[in-house]
């Protein structure tokens, strides 16, 4: 019969070593993200009108999409 342990699914511990370099893993990712996501931005800032049409979205929409959260039929006009 095999036994586990009930610690065995606990997260780590913030205080130890392990979760520390974790917390400041997850911390330096999230800032690289954010660099990334402002850099995408600001490039599509750039862009004229008619390459964003191109590619999908309208200027008011830039942020959103670089999100992820774009809903395709907010920029069309019927």
Do not use: C, N
Request: aromatic share 8%; no cysteine; glycine share 8%.
């Amino acid at each position: 019969m095999t036994m586990i342990s009930p610690v065995a699914g606990q997260p780590a511990s913030q205080s130890t070593p392990a979760g520390l370099a974790d917390l400041f893993g997850r911390w330096v990712h999230g800032i690289m993200v954010y660099w990334a996501r402002r850099e995408a931005i600001k490039t599509l800032r750039q862009m004229d009108d008619r390459a964003l049409r191109d590619i999908g979205i309208v200027r008011s929409q830039i942020e959103t999409a670089v999100h992820g959260v774009v809903d395709p039929t907010f920029g069309y006009v019927r």
